[in-house]
């Protein structure tokens, strides 16, 4: 069975903060990793997309993937309140099929 | 507008009872999905499909059926043999089952066993 492990939380920052959310995964073949975030009743919206080792950087947001510890991990500086969510880690493994985790609740204390 | 849509937003099924979920999308995708959610829980696969006329299933499609007749419409059927079947449903698509496979969700159907 293929995982993909996340803290689940909930991971408290202050606003203003750098907040750091984690994922391993346990197929050492996969090739895609995602960051989605989802809002409290809501569907999970995509935020970054990363395919090679080392840093994407889109605005707030940092992806880090490592592929040979089987880590990625999402950073958002100055951390907001709406920004407070769960963040799904999401792997595409050898079979191509996306696999989550179980997610991470960040909540950002103004 | 881009998107896709799911409906109805709200469902409350008897027990007993099948109940269809609906999912269209004007992505022009080829690829659609559907997901469940249970309350602090990640998403698990039911069913997808690549093309037109032929869909897999997932890890957990004991209880549902789905059909693929048109690319934009991916239904789901919860049967009366789902025993748990309360969760949050999710349609995604994707442009096809590729390395580089982003998919986008609708916004999803909350079903409920009354």
């Known amino acids: 069975q293929k995982e993909v492990e996340q803290n689940s939380g909930p991971l408290s920052v202050p606003e203003g903060a750098i907040a750091s959310l984690n994922c391993t995964y346990s197929d050492r073949v996969s090739q895609s990793f995602f960051w989605y975030r989802q809002y409290s009743g809501k569907s999970p919206e995509l935020i970054m997309s990363?395919?090679?080792?080392g840093d994407k950087e889109d605005g707030r947001f940092t992806a880090q993937l490592n592929k040979a510890s089987q880590y990625v991990s999402l950073l958002i500086r100055d951390s907001q309140p709406s920004d407070s969510a769960t963040y799904l880690c999401?792997?595409?493994?050898?079979?191509?099929?996306?696999?989550f985790g179980s997610g991470t609740q960040l909540t950002v204390l103004p | 507008d881009g998107g896709i849509t799911q409906s109805p937003k709200y469902l409350f099924r008897k027990e007993g009872q099948n109940v269809t979920l609906s999912c269209e999308q004007n992505l022009n995708h080829d690829a659609m999905y559907w997901y469940r959610q249970d309350p602090g829980q990640g998403l698990r696969l039911i069913y997808y499909?690549?093309?037109?006329?032929?869909?897999q299933k997932g890890d957990i499609a004991e209880g549902y059926s789905v059909s693929r007749e048109k690319k934009e419409s991916f239904p789901l059927t919860v049967t009366s043999a789902q025993k748990n079947p309360t969760a949050f449903y999710l349609c995604a698509s994707s442009i096809g089952q590729v390395i580089r496979n982003e998919q986008f969700f609708g916004p999803g159907t909350r079903l409920t066993v009354l």
């Open positions: 990363i395919y090679s080792n």
């Open positions: 499909s690549q093309i037109v006329n032929d869909f």
């Open positions: 999401a792997v595409i493994d050898s079979a191509r099929q996306l696999t």
